[in-house]
């Protein structure tokens, strides 16, 4: 019988601490805040900047997630190159797969940081424009794989012959 009084004093005292001195929370105060009052801030998931916008995300994503968004102005990257689109991802529809980030050309063709990522895209440092004069080295294989979902294969350019 003191067994059973002491673990419910036990449990009414750990709910007395949680309720009133918020003891074992996971969300800190100022999370819950933002989520109070709807102002959550999202991580970036995409970088405009070092994406090329060839939508290589957008066709290999199984669900439909990512789409591709005009810009308001083109902006050009290389003398071949001028990007008029760039990916948004829908976080309702996002199975994190990765297929977006790990089919990125600027991650699996020149080893760059990816510019699209489901959860967080980080900090890019990506000079996108020397990137894309540098040659890669791929085999034929993995090269038509990737191919098939840019929808312009101008990236291909660089390729470097005789692997």
């Given amino acids: 019988m003191s067994s059973i009084l002491r673990i419910a ?6 709910n007395f601490k949680r309720i009133f001195f918020a003891a074992d929370r996971v969300t800190d105060m100022d999370m819950r805040n933002q989520i109070a009052t709807l102002s959550v801030k999202v991580d970036d998931r995409v970088d405009e900047k070092a994406c090329i916008g060839c939508a290589g995300c957008a066709n290999v994503c199984p669900t439909g997630a990512v789409e591709m968004k005009e810009l308001a102005k083109p902006v050009k990257i290389t003398d071949d190159w001028v990007k008029s689109e760039v990916p948004e991802i829908n976080l309702e ?3 994190v797969c990765y297929y977006c980030h790990d089919f990125c050309p600027v991650f699996s063709l020149y080893g760059e940081k990816g510019t699209i990522h489901p959860s967080n895209v980080g900090d890019q440092e ?14 034929d294989d993995k090269l038509k794989f990737i191919a098939q979902y840019l929808s312009d294969n101008t990236v ?8």
């Avoid at 004093?9 to 750990?14: I, K, N, S």
């Avoid at 990506?126 to 085999?139: H, N, T």
């Avoid at 291909?156 to 692997?163: I, P």
């Fill in 126 to 139: 990506v000079d996108i424009e020397s990137a894309l004069e540098q040659p890669f080295k791929i085999s």
């Fill in 9 to 14: 004093l036990e449990g009414a005292f750990t």
């Fill in 93 to 95: 529809k996002c199975v």
């Fill in 156 to 163: 291909l350019k660089n390729r470097e012959e005789g692997d």
